[in-house]
């Protein structure tokens, strides 16, 4: 059975800086884009960065490039997320999310992924 861990998320002051980490198991994972996807309350979950499984091509959403870093380390099956200069707007909860189709392009959709994990929560103070 896949699964996918999150950890890493907590409070942390405006300005400050976190990183996110995404642990799976049951499946190796090496080749399998990944992303990392955000929701606060009252919204819809929303595209944060991804990366493929093929050459590791990434994707940002606007609203975080420069800001936010995804990498991978296939040999450990993790995939991470380095957050900087992060801002109240940011706080959420951030999932993981995989799909085991070998593709080289960074997906940016929910309903390219089938596979979750159950969140981490990220709260930025001001």
């Known amino acids: 059975q896949v699964q996918l861990a999150e950890s890493g998320g907590g409070l942390v002051q405006g300005g400050g800086s976190l990183r996110l980490s995404c642990a799976a198991s049951?499946?190796?994972?090496?080749?399998?884009?990944m992303a990392w996807f955000r929701q606060a309350p009252g919204r819809e979950r929303e595209f944060v960065a991804a990366?493929?499984?093929?050459?590791?091509?990434?994707a940002y959403a606007e609203f975080v490039k420069g800001r936010f870093t995804i990498s991978r380390d296939g040999a450990k099956n993790t995939v991470s997320l380095q957050m900087n200069s992060l801002t109240p707007d940011d706080t959420a909860v951030y999932y993981c999310a995989a799909t085991l189709s070998l593709t080289h392009t960074p997906y940016r959709t929910r309903a390219n992924y089938e596979h979750w994990g159950q969140g981490t929560q990220v709260t930025v103070s001001s």
């Open positions: 990366v493929s499984g093929l050459e590791s091509n990434t």
């Open positions: 049951g499946r190796t994972f090496s080749r399998a884009a």
